[in-house]
C-alpha cells in the first residue's frame, strides 16, 4: 500500500481512536486531509495543515488536541462546543481556536457539507487527536 493511501487509514486511527461506540460510527463520514505537515523552527514541534470535511447533521466526536489550533470555516455553518465556553456558531470567513487539552466538539448545523482549514502546532510524533471520555 503507498504512502499516500495509508496515510487516510492512519490518520483515521489518530482522529477517531479504535472506540467503536456509537458516537465513533457517526464521525466515519468525516474527511481530514492532511495538506502539510513539517518541523518548525521551534526545535521540536512541527506545524500540521489540516482540511476536515463534516457532512450535513454530521459532528466530530469529543475529543482533544495535544496543542493549540486556529481554524478557518471556508464553507458552511459549524457549531462548536468547546469546554467551558458556550457554543458558537462559525460560517464562511469566520475562524476560531482550540486551546491544548480542551474538550470540544464541532458539529454540522447548516444544509451544506463544512469545510474547516485547521492548523494545529504540536511536539513532533504526538497524537493528534484523542476522543474524550
Known sequence: MSKVLLLPVVL???ILGTDASTSHVQ???LKRTVLMRRDI???GYEAIMI???VPVGGREGRHTHPGTFVGLVEQGTFRVDYEG???TIYKAGD???VDAGKIHEGINVGDVPVKV???LVVEN???LVTPAK
Open 12 to 14: 483515521s486511527t489518530f
Open 27 to 29: 464521525n466515519l463520514a
Open 41 to 43: 523552527s521551534v526545535p
Open 51 to 53: 482540511r476536515t470535511e
Open 85 to 87: 465556553v458556550p457554543s
Open 95 to 97: 475562524s476560531f481556536f
Open 117 to 119: 482549514l485547521l492548523t
Open 125 to 127: 510524533g504526538a497524537t
